[in-house]
């Protein structure tokens, strides 16, 4: 509507809520106005043709009659006339007394007001009277037939009644005084008889001057004739008129009734119709504006009272009261910006409140930042020393001892921080899933308390273990399992002294199994404990020298709760320790334990590769070179090679019994390059050896061709394990 009435922005409301109403005032009125005016023409408009046919019906009706009762009355007349003045002869022929015959004949052709008669027999005129009639009124009966004399027309019937007939014909204003009658035309309608070529047959009520023979409007009868009964056009003097049609059909010439009316009086009523409503639409829309213009003012007055309270409240002043007043919308709107100036102040406290969270956030992702520098930089520092070491040849056996056992933990520690980042990623990305089957849950517990014992004393931390449920059986993932308990050990271990003691204890009740791990070391204060399962959160300061990456706690409740179970943490405060628990379901013995997979089955001890060729692929030099040295100390002959397109090359002139792939290598990966050689009817037997560590890979790496896939890093010893086991199955 704004648009339609082009109202500029820059006017006060109270005007465009004035021009507004006004307009929709006006709008509406006008559109009712128009749908009643065209309602009403329409109707008129109907009634209007529907009487023009009953008028037209029942002139032709009326003809018809004349016609028929003039030939009935003929019929009468020939039997009477038969017996009146017809005799037998002796040869039994009948013979007409021609003087009684002529008086019958003038008496009935008198009382038919007929112009002339003629009496037949056997065809030979016989007594005739005034006008002769045409002798081509040789028609079946009751049909009747034009007689023109030039402009002008007389109509004939004919009656047959065995061998004698009598043929009467009749001036047409015996026709035309059927026509005077014009009820339900109104003042200014007519109605006459035309032929097809629309000539007058009955003078019309306009025409003094016009003879029969003028032509009348010759569309109305083509409309006639086509079997249309009503019509709007133009009449003979050019007004527009509605037509009501009716054919005659005892007329053997094609002739019609036309019953006019006038198009303008008919629809007189519309038109005084709408200069009422137009009368009274003014009113209404004078009547209307004064109201829009109130109604504007009573809605405006509270809208810039809110409108100043808004401003107001953009200033900062939230507390400010907020005039409530107007409609009922309006009060609402006053309502509502009330409370929404409340939220608006909360929003502020809260945006406050979330710029300070948001700067701790940025402070823990410094910290994060540095913490990860620092798990990462403090074995490479080890690694790369002793390394240097190593190099120099400056060390003793002791020393050169001391040096692998530092390269071994430092290289293990930072698999194990990027173990915890992948498990973290795939935790936030909903990828972390587990392998279920039926465990005993001792199995991992003691598979992580070996896994930790070596780190606790090499720290001086004693661990003391209770296993009050060897029958505790679980559904879930033994690996997963192991971690979960490794991750709360080593918690423990961090955050205890030397000295300190660790207690993990496993027991069981009806439905449930618990591993709980307490420690004696700093616990943790009331406030952080909510926060204790959080990734990256850990109680201290960056600087401490326990800091790690804070996400072993993190990640032993997504495991816990994809086993269905639930962990909780517990401490009496800062320096008293804490306690962390896990429980799970027990198993319903459902879940089949799964085949034991091929690399659980390998000896413990090295095996040797004496005679046993590998083809090693890897693009990573430093890769292929220890891993060519790891399988030469064992015996093994080895042909190494930087791509698959080389490989390929090799394997024209070398015969491996095992090859050894990487995953991602440059120009055609790992899957592709085995995918190939089993195409090429190439069978022997492959060792996937991949920095892909994630879940899946491994399924991956079997489906394209491969029989064993090892994560790197890797141990030398699972390596030739591996491919001793391969090479054992294949010459087998």
Same mark, same amino acid.
């Given at each position: 509507m704004r648009k339609l009435l082009r109202i500029p922005r820059s006017v006060s409301l109270t005007v465009q809520l004035a021009a507004t109403l006004v307009g929709v005032v006006v709008f509406s009125t006008t559109v009712l106005m128009f749908v009643a005016y065209e309602s009403s023409r329409t109707h008129l408009e109907t009634e209007a043709r529907a009487t023009a046919r009953r008028v037209a019906q029942q002139h032709?009706?009326?003809?018809?009659?004349?016609?028929?009762?003039?030939?009935?009355?003929?019929?009468?007349?020939?039997?009477?006339?038969?017996?009146?003045?017809?005799?037998?002869?002796? %040869?039994?022929?009948? $013979?007409?007394?021609? !003087?009684?015959?002529? +008086?019958? &004949?003038?008496?009935? #052709?008198?009382?038919? =007001?007929?112009?002339?008669?003629?009496?037949?027999?056997? %065809?030979?005129?016989? $007594?005739?009277?005034? !006008?002769?009639?045409? +002798?081509? &009124?040789?028609?079946? #009966?009751?049909?009747? =037939?034009?007689?023109?004399?030039?402009?002008?027309?007389?109509?004939?019937?004919? $009656?047959?009644?065995?061998?004698?007939?009598?043929?009467?014909?009749?001036?047409?204003?015996?026709?035309?005084?059927?026509?005077?009658?014009?009820?339900?035309?109104?003042?200014?309608?007519?109605?006459?008889?035309?032929?097809?070529?629309?000539?007058?047959?009955?003078?019309?009520?306009?025409?003094p001057d016009v003879t029969p023979r003028t032509a009348a409007a010759a569309e109305p009868m083509v409309a006639c004739r086509s079997g249309t009964s009503d019509a709007v056009s133009?009449?003979?003097?050019?007004?527009?008129?509605?037509?009501?049609?009716?054919?005659?059909?005892?007329?053997?010439?094609p002739t019609c009734v036309d019953a006019h009316l006038s198009y303008d009086e008919a629809l007189a009523p519309a038109d005084r119709l709408w200069n009422d409503l137009m009368a009274r639409g003014a009113i209404l829309a004078l009547f209307g504006?004064?109201?829009?213009?109130?109604?504007?003012?009573?809605?405006?007055?509270?809208?810039?009272?809110?409108?100043?309270?808004?401003?107001?409240?953009?200033?900062?002043?939230?507390?400010?009261?907020?005039?409530?007043?107007?409609?009922?919308?309006?009060r609402a709107l006053g309502h509502r910006f009330s409370r929404m100036a409340?939220?608006?102040?909360?929003?502020?406290?809260?945006?406050?409140?979330?710029?300070?969270?948001?700067?701790?956030?940025?402070?823990?992702?410094?910290?994060?930042?540095?913490?990860?520098?620092?798990?990462?930089?403090?074995?490479?520092?080890?690694?790369?020393?002793?390394?240097?070491?190593?190099?120099?040849?400056?060390?003793?056996?002791?020393?050169?001892?001391?040096?692998?056992?530092?390269?071994?933990?430092?290289?293990?520690?930072?698999?194990?921080?990027?173990?915890d980042l992948l498990d973290v990623s795939s935790i936030v990305a909903g990828r972390l899933h587990i392998t279920r089957r039926v465990v005993s849950l001792t199995e991992p517990v003691h598979a992580a308390l070996d896994a930790v014992r070596l780190l606790a004393e090499h720290k001086g931390v004693h661990i003391r273990s209770h296993f009050e449920a060897s029958d505790a059986v679980v559904n879930g993932d033994s690996q997963r399992l192991q971690q979960i308990v490794s991750n709360l050990l080593t918690n423990g271990i961090k955050f205890t002294p030397a000295g300190g003691t660790i207690t993990l204890r496993l027991h069981r009740d009806d439905r449930r199994a618990y591993v709980s791990v307490s420690d004696t070391g700093v616990g943790m204060a009331p406030e952080f404990l909510p926060h204790a399962f959080d990734r990256f959160r850990q109680a201290g300061n960056a600087t401490d020298s326990r800091k790690g990456l804070g996400l072993g706690l993190a990640i032993a409740r997504e495991l816990v709760t994809l086993h269905g179970g639930q962990i909780e943490a517990f401490s009496e405060g800062v320096g008293l320790g804490a306690t962390f628990r896990v429980t799970l379901p027990l198993s319903d013995g459902r879940v089949v334990v799964p085949a034991v997979a091929l690399q659980a089955a390998l000896p413990a001890a090295t095996p040797r590769l004496d005679s046993v060729g590998v083809l090693l692929v890897d693009d990573d030099a430093e890769t292929r070179e220890m891993v060519r040295t790891v399988l030469e100390s064992a015996g093994a002959r080895v042909e190494a090679a930087a791509s698959a397109d080389e490989a390929r090359a090799v394997l024209s002139a070398f015969s491996p019994g095992v090859v050894i792939?990487?995953?991602?290598?440059?120009?055609?990966?790992?899957?592709?390059?085995?995918?190939?050689?089993?195409?090429?009817?190439?069978?022997?037997?492959?060792i996937a050896l991949t920095a892909y560590a994630r879940r899946g890979d491994a399924e991956e790496a079997l489906a394209a061709g491969f029989q064993v896939y090892l994560a790197k890093p890797v141990q030398p010893s699972d390596l030739l394990q591996a491919v001793a086991s391969l090479a054992d199955a294949q010459s087998l």
């Open positions: 032709e009706e009326s003809v018809a009659r004349a016609i028929e009762l003039r030939h009935e009355r003929a019929q009468a007349f020939l039997s009477n006339v038969v017996a009146l003045c017809g005799e037998r002869t002796a %040869g039994g022929s009948l $013979a007409f007394e021609l !003087e009684c015959l002529g +008086r019958g &004949l003038e008496v009935f #052709a008198a009382s038919e =007001r007929a112009r002339g008669a003629r009496f037949e027999r056997d %065809g030979r005129r016989v $007594a005739e009277f005034g !006008e002769p009639p045409s +002798r081509d &009124l040789v028609l079946p #009966a009751p049909f009747a =037939r034009l007689i023109r004399h030039g402009d002008t027309f007389d109509y004939g019937i004919r $009656a047959d009644r065995g061998r004698s007939a009598v043929i009467l014909q009749f001036s047409s204003e015996d026709l035309s005084s059927l026509f005077i009658d014009r009820s339900g035309l109104g003042q200014r309608g007519e109605v006459f008889l035309a032929d097809a070529a629309g000539s007058f047959l009955t003078t019309p009520r306009y025409g133009l009449d003979y003097r050019g007004v527009r008129t509605i037509h009501g049609l009716r054919p005659v059909g005892l007329l053997l010439e504006a004064l109201l829009s213009v109130m109604a504007s003012q009573w809605i405006a007055l509270p809208v810039r009272r809110l409108a100043n309270a808004a401003r107001a409240v953009q200033g900062g002043y939230f507390n400010r009261p907020i005039p409530i007043g107007g409609p009922s919308e309006i409340r939220s608006v102040a909360d929003l502020v406290t809260r945006e406050q409140t979330a710029r300070r969270d948001a700067e701790v956030a940025n402070r823990m992702k410094d910290d994060f930042l540095a913490t990860v520098s620092h798990e990462l930089r403090t074995p490479l520092t080890a690694i790369l020393g002793w390394g240097q070491l190593l190099r120099l040849g400056r060390l003793d056996s002791e020393g050169r001892a001391r040096a692998i056992d530092a390269i071994e933990r430092g290289a293990q520690a930072q698999s194990q921080l990027i173990e792939s990487d995953i991602a290598m440059p120009d055609e990966t790992g899957y592709a390059f085995v995918q190939k050689l089993r195409t090429s009817n190439i069978h022997v037997p492959a």
